[in-house]
Each structure stands twice: as C-alpha cells, then as structure tokens.
C-alpha cells in the first residue's frame, strides 16, 4: 500500500461506520429497513431501541456475519462484505451473549484472542497483561472464567474485545442483566474508552446508560432510525422541559390522553398514570381541562424513547 | 471476501486448542491407551484363541492394527460432530472467533486439522499397545500418525459437515449407529473384509475406513508397494469432498 492510499483511507475513515439503504430480511421478516447510520471517529454513538429493532442485526452487519440485501456498508472506510476481514481486524466486538471459555483461565482466554487478533509476538504478552488490567483481573489472571463472578466476566468479555486496542469497539448491550454496582464499573471503562479516542457504537436498551455514555444517540424502531442526536437534544424536540403525570382512574387516563392529543401534544402511559409531555407548552384552558397534577419532572430520554417507539413492544 | 486460506488464523485457532487440551489431555490419553488394551485383551485372548492365525498373522496383531483405524474415526469423527456442534450452537464460540479477522473456511480447516493431529498421535496408540502384547517393531509403523493424520482430516471434516445439517444434537445417534458403527465393523478390523460375500467386499471399498486399515497393515507388517497409493487417493479425495461440504454448510450456518 503506498502513502498516498493510506492518506486517502485516512479522510475517508473521518466517518468511522457508515450505512446506507441497508436492508437485511430474514424469510418474511425485515429485521434492518433501509437503515442509514453515520458514526463520526472518535464518538461513542448509542443505538437505543426496543427488543426487535434491528440493533443486534445492526451490529452482526458489520462484522459481515450478516450480509445485507440492499445497501452499502463501509467501516473504517472499508467496503463490507469485500474488506470485512481487515475492518474486523481493526474492530473490537463486545457481544450480549457471554461466550467465554469457561475452561480456559482468564489470562488463557485473552491470549487466545491476541492470537487471533493478530497482536504481534513481541507485544502479545504486554497486550494481555494491559486486557487484565482493563478488567482489573489482573490478580484474578490464573483463574477459570467458570470460577468467576458475574461482574467479572463481563468486564472480561470487554476486555477479551480490547485486547489488540481497536480503533473501533461495538458493544453489543454491556450491561445487560447485571447488578446497578457492576453496571457503574462498567460504564466507567465504557467512559474511558471514549476519552482515548475510540469510537464506540453501544447497542442498550437502558435508557440511562445511553444518557450517560453515549455522545450521541440512533434511536431505532423497526429496523430503521427514527431519531438521532445528542440525549439532550432529543429530549428537548421530543418530550420537551418536563412532564407531568397524572395518576387518575381508568376512563380518565384516556380522556386526557385525548384532550392532550387534540392540541397535539404527546403523552405516554407510566404505569397506572399518564404522563403529559412538553408539559411548559399547555395552553391554559388544556392546562385547567387536564387538571392539577399529582407528579411534576423533567422530561427524560425514556419518555423520548417510548413516544417514538410504541407504548407496546411486540 | 474469503478466498485465500491464511496460516494466521489457523494458528489461533489451534491456540485455543492447545489451551483445552491442558485441561483434558490425562483423560484423552487414558482413553486411548486403556481402549486398545480392552479390545486386545478381548478379541486378541478370546477370540483369538478360537481363530488363531490370520492370514499368517497372529490375530493379536491382526486387532491391534485394526483398531488404530477405529481410534482414528472417533477422535475425528466424533470430535467434528460433537465438539463443532456443541461450540456452534451451545457455546457460541465460534460467533466470538468469527468477529474476528477469521474466515469460516479458516475454521474449518483449523478445527479439523488440530482433530486430526490428535487423530495421528493417539492413533498410534493401538500400535504401541500391540507391542506390548508382542507385535514385532517396525519402520512402516512410522507411517501410522501420517495414515492416522490423513484419515482424521477426513473424518473430522465429514462429523463438522454432518453437525452443520443435523437440526439437534440427538439426530447424531442416527449418524452413530446407522453409518459410523457398520463402518467401523466392515472395514477389516476385526475381520478380513474377503471373508465378506463379495456384495460387501465391494461395498468395503466405497468405505474410506477400509483404506485406512489396509495402508495401515501395510506399514506395520511391511508390505507396502505402489499400488497402495490408491488407498491414499482415495482418503484425499474423501477429504477434499468433505472440506467443500464442511465449509459450505458451516458457512450457512454462521453467516446469515
């Protein structure tokens, strides 16, 4: 490869995924709907959606272990499914499921992985030694993954993803079914990739984890983006300043949600209540029709997340 | 995509292998010594003190030489269904490995190769268990890992072929006992296919075990010639109909 190729792919890799018109079915199911999805270098993106939006299959795609039907793929400004195999060896994969070898000592399992990352002899031992330190097991290294906690797998997992330092890691729900203290260690180390440079593309469903991770947010339904932008922002254009619940009897969480719908503003339910969004934009006569609240909050990416994505999950 | 086959890959996977291998080597050998002796001490005792000599050949030896090629067909028949299938579909191991810069035919070949080298060294077993209970050294017998190597590949490419179309684990024991065990028993290991009615002495020949055993006997007793070569040809070919398979099916398999 001469200098002046890799100055071009360089320019070119200023998008570090890029999607466009991809589509991918399965028989009669369209899981990925003319999906298009830029993710800048150097950002952690967070791909939110309900179970079912394609955010699995999103993150299969570009490793070309889905293909598309439709559409083009590049990652790190190479053409996928053609270059897959020299953007994978640029990529760090994170997957939902843990697929650890139990039998194997964690020291062993992200041995096996700087092998087949290609991480050269010389700097293969120090790279392990750097993974163990990422998933602070490095007093941990001579024990069997079957041996350890919960917590420690994953953080494992990760650093199994991290071992030949990406330039790109996809991280496929980090933290799901975890304790709320592993899931604070976890996206500490989630935090500090981002500060090292590395994109970052997260698929959760966790609202909070993409608030406060993620630099900037795919929010996906049905196979495609229905909104993007920073969590700040997409709350700001989709659920407003704040909200107001109110907890009231049956027949009456439908009439408000009614009245709430005529003037055009959105409203979800919460439970037994219903929440009225971009409540600072209610006129005064809606305002007294709906009447006193019982809660008043900021509105938040949840709210965002359901308005735009159904109340009900298939 | 895929075209080239890259030695990189391949040795990572071996890697992980060798890994494991840590783990269960004491029980892997323990099988493969303690097999031989059972079969020897059976057959070769019991029923050899009924048969005797076969074809100038002390039965003991006719067995052990014999059962190097039923050795060689589990190790590699039995570690590409039930390994593959269990790591596919279980584990999700290969998932881990294929989002790296690994390509599935660089699986395969990794998989099978690494069984099949388990497949030559433990092969030799039967063969070093056999001179303990008296069968004469030989150079030919040097050739047994390499027969043992070849006929593995095969065989561990046919069982990631077959845990590739199988819809659950259990539908193995129709491969087991509807085409691995008659294999095994009509493929002149404990008895000489020729005693066979000649329909199947000629089905013998469509069963690449036989040429396993017959290369086999060949080396040890050393009385190999050219016309041996087409055992060999035909474990190549069966080989290389069954990495096709292997590779396409897998493929199937892992990529959507």
Redesign the interface.
Same mark, same amino acid.
């Given at each position: 490869m001469s200098l002046f190729t890799v100055a071009g792919m360089r320019m070119l890799a200023d998008v570090a995924i890029s999607l466009r018109q991809v589509t991918k079915r399965?028989g009669d199911i369209t899981a990925v709907d003319r999906l298009d999805l830029d993710v800048p270098e150097g950002i952690c993106l967070g791909l939110l959606g309900p179970n079912g939006a394609g955010k699995s299959t999103t993150m299969?795609l570009l490793? &070309? #272990? !889905? $293909?598309a039907d439709e559409g083009e793929i590049s990652v790190l400004g190479l053409p996928l499914? #053609?270059e !897959?195999? *020299?953007a *994978? &060896?640029l990529?760090g /994969?994170v997957?939902q $499921?843990d697929?650890l070898?139990e =039998? $194997?000592t964690a020291r =062993?399992n992200l =041995? /096996?992985?700087a092998? $087949?990352? *290609?991480v050269p002899r010389a700097g293969r031992r120090a790279a392990v030694d750097r993974a163990l330190a990422i998933a602070q097991l490095t007093d941990r290294a001579g024990t069997r993954t079957v041996k350890l906690s919960g917590g420690m797998r994953r953080r494992l997992l990760i650093a199994r993803g991290l071992v030949h330092e990406p330039r790109l890691v996809l991280l496929d729900e980090p933290t799901v079914g975890l304790d709320p203290q592993v899931r604070q260690e976890l996206w500490s180390l989630v935090a500090r990739l981002r500060d090292e440079g590395v994109t970052t593309l997260m698929s959760t469903h966790y609202i909070e984890e993409a608030e406060r991770l993620a630099d900037d947010c795919a929010l996906m339904s049905h196979g495609t983006v229905v909104a993007r932008g920073t969590p700040a922002r997409l709350v700001k254009e989709y659920a407003g300043a704040s909200v107001q619940e109110h907890y009231v009897p049956a027949e009456r969480l439908a009439e408000i949600e009614r009245l709430a719908a005529a003037s055009g503003i959105p409203t979800r339910r919460t439970g037994p209540s219903v929440s009225v969004l971009k409540a600072e934009q209610l006129g005064e006569g809606l305002r007294a029709e709906l009447g006193e609240p019982s809660v008043r909050r900021p509105a938040n990416l949840e709210d965002v997340f359901v308005v735009l994505t159904g109340e009900n999950v298939e | 995509m895929s075209s080239l086959l890259e030695w990189a890959p391949v040795r990572a996977v071996w890697r992980r292998e060798v890994a494991l291998y840590r783990r269960y080597w004491a029980s892997t050998s323990f099988a493969a010594v303690s097999e031989p002796t059972i079969y020897l001490l059976a057959f070769g005792y019991g029923f050899g003190s009924v048969v005797g000599e076969l074809y100038g050949y002390d039965y003991k030896e006719f067995v052990a030489t014999g059962v190097v090629a039923t050795a060689v067909l589990f190790i590699g028949a039995f570690g590409g269904m039930f390994n593959t299938f269990i790591r596919r579909t279980f584990q999700h191991t290969y998932d881990a490995m294929l989002a790296a810069p690994v390509d599935v035919h660089e699986l395969v070949t990794a998989e099978a190769s690494w069984l099949a080298a388990k497949a030559g060294v433990y092969g030799c077993a039967p063969v070093l268990v056999g001179m303990a209970f008296g069968l004469d050294p030989s150079w030919g017998m040097l050739l047994v890992p390499f027969i043992g190597f070849l006929t593995g590949l095969a065989f561990a490419l046919f069982g990631v072929w077959v845990s590739a179309i199988v819809p659950s684990i259990n539908t193995f024991d129709y491969v087991i006992t509807g085409l691995l065990t008659p294999m095994f028993m009509v493929a002149g290991t404990f008895f000489p296919v020729t005693q066979l009615p000649a329909w199947a002495a000629t089905a013998a020949w469509f069963n690449p075990l036989f040429h396993c055993v017959e290369l086999v006997r060949g080396a040890v007793f050393g009385r190999l010639g050219i016309d041996d070569l087409v055992h060999v040809g035909v474990l190549v070919l069966f080989a290389a109909v069954m990495w096709g398979l292997a590779v396409w099916k897998m493929r199937a398999r892992l990529i959507d």
């Open positions: 399965y299969r490793t &070309a #272990q !889905s $293909l499914p #053609q !897959s195999k *020299r *994978r &060896a990529m /994969v997957p $499921l697929n070898d =039998e $194997l =062993e =041995e /096996v992985f092998h $087949l990352y *290609r | -």
